[in-house]
């Protein structure tokens, strides 16, 4: 499997001060300056003439970057701009992997040496990975705090590569596919990891050949809400595989819930596993960036937010409008906070996401200062 592209971000911080003297929030110049060292630089330069807060231009419909108008100037129309190189969200990944006697043989073999592969390639370095078997060595243990505990604990890759593939049975030998118990298990074990790692992504992969039920009343829609409960709750997404033997249909609606849409489906052909893996690793990994502080002491409105795209680093950036959320997203592009509430990332919204994994010589900008252009 190959690295994906890399893709050259940087946050430009647009800073726009209706009066230099007071430190008044106003409008902002469209062309900051690049620090090519990485560190915080600043430069002053002229905004246009303000105009309805907010109306950005063509920006609403992802066109050229347009502040004319964003948030008003003074009479100088004095633009201190300040940028900064991005930081990629840390990545976390909890697996729970189905040992029932159902994935014995070629489907155990294919799914073990995917993510054997997974561990060990280079462009998986720095992930933390951690991992839970399902069912336990009981029959159909549906005790969720049984895998709570996961039986490798989260670490940096490739250093827990060793420990994780040493976990690995020799084959699949349990009784049952207790999914309801086991997936409530491993998303606590994950929300519980990403309350005390705020600043980092953490995500469940599931990977399964059995009809997720046997944990007495539970249905598939009770299966589904937990990971739509974890979503919801803190950000916790669930990916889901489906081997040879599931009914995809069910674990279509587990990822749906889970916000990933839908599973990665290689019931016909066990050896994807390890490029499904890949495809995961670059979903997760490339759409999430971390909100830097503002420089000078001063608070993120975030109402007062852009987000450009310049492609392949040339010309003249394009704004992405924001959207609510991720249902808000429509196949169209745009990006959303993590929490409306309480923000810490900003996450493209799959449109935008496929576009700029695309162009390896992107350039992205988080810009401060300005109304947020609506999506």
Request: net charge negative; with cysteine.
């Amino acid at each position: 499997m190959s690295r994906p592209a890399r893709i050259h971000r940087h946050l430009f911080v647009c800073l726009a001060m209706a009066s230099m003297a007071a430190g008044v929030w106003g409008g902002c110049s469209a062309a900051p300056v690049e620090n090519t060292t990485g560190s915080n630089s600043t430069s002053s330069s002229s905004s246009g003439s303000g105009g309805a807060g907010g109306a950005g231009g063509t920006g609403g419909t992802g066109g050229d970057i347009d502040f004319d108008g964003g948030g008003g100037d003074d009479d100088s129309g004095a633009c201190i701009s300040t940028s900064a190189e991005a930081r990629r969200i840390p990545l976390d990944i909890v697996f729970l992997i189905d040992q029932s006697g159902s994935m014995t043989g070629a489907k155990w073999t294919g799914t073990t040496t995917g993510l054997k592969t997974f561990f060990n390639d280079p462009a998986s370095s720095g992930i933390g990975a951690g991992l839970v078997y399902f069912p336990t060595q009981e029959p159909y243990d549906c005790e969720p705090t049984h895998y709570a505990l996961l039986d490798v604990p989260i670490a940096g890759l490739p250093g827990n590569a060793f420990d994780l593939s040493n976990s690995m049975p020799f084959d699949a030998t349990g009784i049952g596919t207790p999914t309801w118990g086991a997936l409530k298990g491993a998303l606590s074990a994950a929300t519980a990891y990403q309350d005390t790692h705020p600043t980092h992504k953490v995500v469940v992969v599931l990977a399964t050949d059995g009809d997720p039920l046997g944990c007495g009343s539970a249905t598939i829609d009770d299966i589904a809400t937990l990971a739509k409960s974890a979503r919801e709750y803190n950000g916790v997404r669930t990916y889901v595989i489906g081997v040879a033997g599931s009914i995809i249909n069910n674990l279509h609606k587990i990822a749906a819930a889970g916000g990933t849409t839908a599973a990665y489906d290689i019931t016909q052909d066990i050896s994807k596993f390890s490029a499904k893996m890949g495809e995961i690793r670059s979903e997760a990994l490339g759409c999430d960036f971390e909100i830097p502080p503002a420089p000078n002491g001063q608070e993120i409105d975030p109402n007062k937010v852009n987000f450009s795209y310049m492609p392949k680093g040339m010309g003249t950036p394009k704004i992405i409008p924001r959207a609510t959320d991720l249902a808000d997203c429509n196949e169209l592009p745009g990006w959303y906070y993590d929490s409306n509430a309480g923000p810490t990332k900003i996450i493209l919204c799959p449109a935008s996401c496929a576009t700029v994994q695309a162009d390896s010589s992107a350039k992205v900008s988080v810009l401060f200062g300005c109304d947020s252009i609506i999506h």
